[in-house]
């Protein structure tokens, strides 16, 4: 099935820009549970946490075993950060997986993301993304994560997010288009 003709929806709280990612993915802003879904987005905003009601709909659609990806939002120019909205998530959703972790620049803003798989970093500063290797020191950083991440790809199978099993959870920012093309990358897969 190509990407367009996907029912994707969006779940979340209202501080978590659902309008804008649901216009980025082509996906409809939902509070109910939609059984009806190719995938389903819980978008989730640090700062606001993740609302009960969104809880409610992530275990009604367990049964069904809806694709679901987490995306977190509101990193830049407040106090949100991506390993808090994921601890969180892990702790009221499922445990989700990282496959990009978020690099700072020297001011503290989400930068570019470093994918667990190959070790590359994506750069989306100056309105452009660009990929480079990463360095000894972002390795060194992110091996522990890494080796969590590719522990759970080996155990659930290449196919365990189309088949409702693995959860990634992935930062989007869309002033520097941060984590956009990645999430693309998963919607892809269905």
Known sequence: MSS?????????????????IAAQFGATVSTQSEFESDLAIFAVNPNTGISPDSIAIWESLDDYLIPRLIVVTGLTGNDGDFDDAVMLANRVFEQCVTPYLVLHDDGGSPCALISLSDLRITNYQNGTSIEI?????????????RDEYLIAIDQMGPDAFAAGLLFPAIPIDFNTGLGIKEVREYIAEL
């Open 4 to 20: 367009s003709n996907l029912r994707v929806h969006v779940y979340g709280h209202e501080s978590a820009f659902l309008p804008e």
């Open 133 to 145: 290797e990463s360095a000894d020191e972002h390795k060194t950083l992110v091996s522990e994560f």
